[in-house]
């Protein structure tokens, strides 16, 4: 019965350091995420401008493709509008000044007034530029 106990604990101490081993680039991905999150929910143009690369291109699940300007505009006009947004299963993978962001995204919207949930998969493509996380690419499919 000891074995087993130490073989969970192994196994907990093994998961707890693989989320601790994140690079310093992949934190300051993960927050760029996080503003990119937090600026869907306010609809600050001016943030969701920041974390946009001006040649965005942003894929919805329905086919609809966006460049940065419509994006932003659909947002903070409130026609697209992020009440909530949890992120789970987030994974980062880095390619020098290049990172992939997969996760899963349930949101509750309230787009013209009409609330709905939505539930995806979204694979974002960030570039560094400067000293800034930009996203480049998104792209949604439907649970």
Known sequence: MKK???IVALAFA???TAG???SKEEKAVAASVEVLKNAMISGDSVALKNI???KLSYGHSGGHVEGRDEFVSKIASGKSDFVTIELKDQSISMSG?????R???????????KPAEVH???MYVFQKEGKQWKMLGRQAVKM
Do not use: F, P, Y
């Open 4 to 6: 087993k106990h130490m």
């Open 20 to 22: 601790i081993a994140q």
């Open 14 to 16: 093994c998961l707890s």
């Open 52 to 54: 946009a690369s001006e």
């Open 103 to 113: 996760h899963i995204l349930n949101a509750t919207t309230n787009d013209n007034g």
């Open 97 to 101: 000044k290049v990172a992939i962001v």
């Open 120 to 122: 995806l998969r979204v």
